[in-house]
Nanobody
């Protein structure tokens, strides 16, 4: 059984910052990649950022230069530092991990950017 627990979401004003965390626990022997996705109301879930076991990163064009993904392999934890937040960043943010046998998802954390 693998569990992903997200934290760090909340309400922030435009231009503000938030840091999301996602800790994975359970029977995890190897992780290929970890990532963050988001889903806004009425829209499909979209990729925000991913990081591989070799620390190679990818970002959605809309967040490049504002968001930074990082990971702590010893803690099986992935982070998303979000700066210069915009109202269009409002969404439920989900973390995931890709292992040799399956992909696992967190429960989601709400991020609301509003004045």
């Amino acid at each position: 059984q693998v569990q992903l627990v997200e934290s760090g979401g909340g309400l922030v004003q435009p231009g503000g910052s938030l840091r999301l965390s996602c800790a994975a626990s359970g029977s995890i022997f190897s992780i290929y990649a970890m990532g963050w996705y988001r889903q806004a109301p009425g829209k499909q879930r979209e990729l925000v950022a991913t990081i591989t076991s070799g620390d190679s990163t990818t970002y959605a064009g809309s967040v490049k230069g504002r968001f930074t993904i990082s990971r702590d392999n010893a803690k099986n934890t992935v982070y998303l530092q979000m700066n210069s937040l915009k109202p269009e960043d409002t969404a439920v943010y989900y973390c995931n991990i890709v292992t040799p046998t399956a992909t696992f998802w967190g429960q989601g954390t709400q991020v609301t950017v509003s004045s």
